[in-house]
């Protein structure tokens, strides 16, 4: 009897499923290009070339609200607790770059799993003093994500 109660209580549980079997359809593009008509071929290859766009334009998008709402909060309350100047740039590779700026230097505690766990997932970081300047630096770099297979 225990282990139809037990059973009752899991019909109610929120479950989340993601099928992705039978999705890839390269084997039917491939016997249909071969019966492809001029106009259709350079139809289907604009259509592609379409899809691939749109497809590297969300990818941007993507990444920049991940990082909107993973990341930069956790960064700027770390600006905020230490009391240092944060810049976030993003080049024209995509790469987001947040730059600390303060006098004093920067102490990441292990109480601070938050800003590790945002250290974790950079790919470079980098603490500078410029000659010449009273200021630190310290910058994490998240690069763009490559191509993901």
Known sequence: MEQNELLENNEN??????????????????DMAENLSQEEAAAAIEAIEKVRRERADDAVRDFRAWFDAALLPILKGFAELAGAKLTIRQDHFHDITATFTGRCGFDITATQKRMRMAMAAADHISVNRWSGSNEVEFSLI????????
Request: hydrophobic fraction near 30%.
């Open 142 to 149: 998240f690069g763009f994500p490559e191509t993901e297979e």
């Open 13 to 30: 549980d929120n479950v989340l499923e993601f099928d992705y079997t039978g999705t890839d359809q390269a084997g039917n593009l491939a």
